[in-house]
């Protein structure tokens, strides 16, 4: 549900809640899974060798 991407996580269990209630189970299951999906895209961590310190040094 491309639709629903945008949304944060709280606009999206009430947008699946609302799905839900009206017998439309499998668009609120679909809903709620494509924000695990991006949850995970998010997650990137960064290595010491890959973090740039841009602040001036002070060198003598």
């Given at each position: 549900?491309?639709?629903?991407?945008?949304?944060?996580?709280?606009?999206?269990?009430?947008?699946?809640?609302?799905?839900?209630?009206?017998?439309?189970?499998?668009?609120?299951?679909?809903?709620?899974?494509?924000?695990?999906?991006?949850?995970?895209?998010?997650?990137?961590?960064k290595?010491?060798?890959?973090?740039?310190?841009?602040?001036?040094?002070?060198?003598?």
């Amino acid at each position: 549900m491309k639709l629903f991407k945008n949304l944060n996580a709280f606009d999206r269990m009430m947008a699946a809640i609302s799905f839900a209630e009206g017998n439309e189970d499998q668009t609120a299951v679909a809903i709620l899974e494509s924000g695990k999906r991006r949850r995970k895209s998010l997650r990137v961590k960064k290595t010491p060798e890959q973090r740039t310190d841009k602040r001036q040094q002070l060198r003598m």
